[in-house]
């Protein structure tokens, strides 16, 4: 049977996957192959991607209180996963019916894709970012492949990275404004001397008053890093009587997992660091077994590499929503490797 999308199920999720370049080789084929099936297909093809590329300039946000009132009134008559299976309905019943026109096409897609705006996400895909009641905190959650911006009860904005997690603390705004993060996430936050904003993660914390900074968390690293691109924050250890540092517009500060200080460095591009919340996968003099990592989180794919020796190979490069496909033909070419997918799982070796 030929691939023929239709409104209202995952095949318009597969088109947003294409558009957005988080679509595998075979995915890839499959929507190019229908488009140039026919002069129809290649019309709503067009119209799609017209559409799709409208609605990268009109992002909003999801406003937190009320996306979680909305939640709560569900969680009264059912669980999360009920809830979330009624709005998936909710989302399938408006769009079952004749093919829409381009506006309508516009919003389909821009629900579904990884890289919209929050508020769409809840409404109408709340798989793309889990939203968990551990009362008294509110906990978001962004799987691998997910990109989403946040707007807190004080106005500030969080960019909150693919597989990561953002927990506001009990009386978020009330008596204080403290968060964990574990993963990564970008914060412009409003500014109030009287509330200091606090970020806490397993090892370290981040107190500022007003500035926009980014925060480096992920369990599996070994040194957590805050790049700060406006204003100044403190940053010290959770653990231990160190002295914090101080961290100004375009440093760096790590923290090493292993008890040494904190050290500081300046930054050459704050581009390096905060690139991702525009949809820039960046690297910079990386190592492929960090490159594979980070590939494995904005695709939400399976990578590995088949012999040591090219693991340490390093990786110079800016990829912006380009298409997975493009991304491994560049890698390969660019380190001298070969890659394939084995099962499920991508693999890079030496050509």
Not at 34 to 42: D, V
Request: net charge neutral; aromatic share 10%.
């Amino acid at each position: 049977m030929s691939y023929r999308p239709k409104p209202g199920n995952s095949d318009w999720d597969l088109l947003a996957k294409y558009f957005s370049g988080n679509t595998s080789e075979t995915e890839s084929k499959k929507i190019e192959q229908w488009a140039q099936s026919s002069p129809k297909n290649q019309e709503l093809f067009r119209s799609a991607e017209e559409a799709w590329e409208a609605s990268r300039s009109s992002r909003q946000l999801w406003d937190t209180d009320a996306a979680w009132n909305t939640l709560q009134q569900k969680i009264d008559e059912r669980s999360v996963s009920k809830a979330q299976n009624k709005l998936h309905s909710y989302k399938s019943a408006r769009t079952r019916n004749r093919l829409v026109p381009l506006l309508k096409v516009a919003a389909i897609l821009f629900v579904v894709a990884s890289s919209v705006t929050a508020y769409y996400q809840y409404f109408a895909n709340t798989s793309v970012l889990e939203v968990v009641e551990l009362a008294p905190e509110k906990v978001f959650t962004n799987k691998k492949g997910q990109r989403s911006t946040l707007q807190l009860p004080d106005n500030s904005k969080v960019h909150l990275a693919a597989d990561s997690r953002l927990v506001l603390k009990s009386g978020f705004n009330d008596t204080e404004r403290r968060v964990f993060i574990e993963g990564e996430a970008f914060f412009e936050i409003t500014h109030n001397a009287s509330k200091p904003f606090k970020v806490e993660s397993d090892h370290g914390l981040v107190t500022v008053l007003g500035t926009k900074f980014n925060v480096n968390a992920y369990p599996e690293l070994t040194q957590q890093e805050v790049a700060v691109a406006e204003g100044k924050v403190s940053f010290n250890a959770i653990e231990g009587n160190s002295t914090p540092a101080i961290l100004t517009a375009g440093t760096l500060g790590i923290l090493p997992f292993n008890g040494d200080n904190i050290s500081i460095q300046r930054i050459e591009n704050i581009e390096w660091y905060t690139g991702w919340i525009n949809g820039q996968l960046i690297f910079n003099d990386t190592p492929l077994t960090s490159v594979i990592t980070k590939l494995e989180r904005w695709y939400d794919i399976k990578c590995e590499i088949k012999g040591e020796s090219i693991g340490s190979k390093r990786l110079t490069g800016t990829f912006e929503n380009q298409r997975l496909s493009e991304v491994l033909d560049a890698i390969s070419m660019s380190l001298n490797l070969k890659h394939g997918k084995v099962e499920g799982t991508y693999v890079f070796s030496q050509s």
